[in-house]
């Protein structure tokens, strides 16, 4: 008979059935309650033969706890900052011990951060704590290494930042004798109110107030025109003859701006008929003082003969104030800076005249100018480039056709741009 064998595998039914596993919280969850502790080694890792202890920071129970540990080679310490900062990371752990006896796991929660650990070695200790060197003394480190290994380009720096050094114990005993040079220096600077004169005596533009509220007072009528020749205009014909007859009495007729004036002169009265032609004859006659000399040189005798109609006097002042001659002759040109004048002496007439709200196209394409060349002028006027509303449409006498034009509108108190700075080169 075949021998019968036995089996040597355990089988499940040798051993009880055990209970379902539990769970258990420790009774105590105070700070003070004594218990494991989880520690991090960032460093060097203690052997595991190492004894810790557990201290209080300020000898209370319930104080948070430095934990202190050493081998014969180091010693191992918490770090308080840096177990801070892992505690109030929002990420904390839970010890659970189990017992396979009761088949329970007890969970601790009195150690739910790490303490991390900080080694120092004892041999180190013993060694001088070496001083921290000085801001001139990391200088001159600096320099000497530089000059004995540095580039080219690197010693060239280094020789002009010595120069550029100013070396302020050398300077303790002259500055009072800097600073009394330079309040000395300082008594022949302008104030501000004295650079607003010089700049507004030295603008190309009318004499003006920049404190009323008018703009018909901005730029008074006989600061554009003197007032000797303002008086020497013929206003003797002007309602017996007609608009084509007006024009002939004009210096220049051209102009659609003025032509257009001279229309509008029939619906006016009689005191403004003569107010709005004089303005009007006056404009004429800077149009053509500009169109006859331009860049030319001319005298005085073939200016006259060109303007033959137009008051002597008229012709002197404006020849006089918009014209230049050179030293070693008599004949008149209109340099660049009097044609700017001009333009802005008839620009602020023709503001008098269009109820000061101007269409800068329209007087552009009668000087033969940019328009945005134009629109600086009248900037450099006080008047804002902008399109109009209904109400100054109105008060102006103009129609809703000119809404979408930009127009250029005085107002007051006049204010003139900034000058911006000029950006120094390089």
Request: glycine residues 6%; charged residues 25%; aromatic residues 4%.
């Amino acid at each position: 008979m075949a021998s019968t064998t036995v089996s040597r595998k355990r089988k499940r039914a040798d051993y009880p059935e055990r209970d379902i596993l539990g769970f258990k919280v420790a009774e105590s969850s105070k700070p003070s309650a004594l218990g494991p502790v989880l520690v991090s080694f960032p460093a060097v890792k203690a052997p595991e033969s190492t004894t810790f202890k557990c201290y209080a920071e300020d000898g209370k129970a319930d104080s948070p706890k430095i934990i202190v540990g050493e081998t014969p080679e180091v010693e191992f310490e918490s770090n308080t900052g840096e177990s801070k900062q892992v505690a109030s990371s929002g990420c904390h752990y839970l010890l659970a011990v189990h017992d396979p006896r009761t088949s329970s796991l007890r969970i601790i929660p009195t150690a739910k951060t790490p303490h991390i650990l900080g080694r120092r070695v004892k041999k180190l200790k013993s060694l001088p704590t070496g001083a921290v060197p000085q801001p001139l003394q990391y200088r001159e480190a600096r320099t000497t290494l530089g000059e004995t290994f540095g580039t080219k380009k690197a010693k060239a720096a280094i020789r002009a930042e010595e120069r550029n050094r100013v070396d302020v114990a050398a300077m303790q005993g002259v500055m009072q004798h800097v600073m009394d040079g330079i309040h000395k220096g300082a008594e022949g600077l302008l104030t501000a109110e004295e650079v607003k004169e010089v700049e507004d005596a030295n603008r190309l533009i009318p004499q003006f107030d920049d404190t009323t509220a008018d703009p018909a007072e901005v730029y008074p009528l006989h600061s554009i025109v003197p007032e000797s020749e303002w008086r020497v205009i013929d206003t003797s014909n002007l309602e017996a003859v007609s608009a084509k007859d007006k024009n002939m009495l004009l210096p220049s007729a051209h102009p659609v701006w003025i032509q257009n004036h001279v229309k509008a002169l029939d619906g006016l009265n009689a005191k403004s008929t003569k107010k709005r032609w004089k303005m009007v004859y006056y404009v004429s006659a800077l149009f053509t003082l500009r169109r006859i000399v331009g860049k030319n040189r001319m005298d005085k005798q073939a200016i006259h003969q060109k303007m033959k109609g137009v008051p002597t006097l008229i012709v002197d002042g404006i020849i006089s104030r918009f014209t230049e001659t050179s030293r070693d002759s008599d004949s008149h040109s209109l340099t660049s800076g009097m044609e700017t004048k001009l333009l802005s002496y008839m620009l602020a007439l023709c503001l008098h005249a269009d109820d000061f709200m101007l269409n800068p196209e329209l007087i552009a394409r009668d000087l033969s100018l940019p328009t945005p060349r134009v629109q600086g002028l009248l900037k450099n006027l006080g008047c804002k480039i902008k399109k109009p509303t209904d109400r100054e449409l109105a008060n102006a006498g103009l129609g809703r056709s000119m809404k979408d034009v930009k127009m250029a509108l005085l107002t007051a108190p006049v204010e003139f741009p900034k000058v911006a700075p000029k950006k120094q080169r390089r």
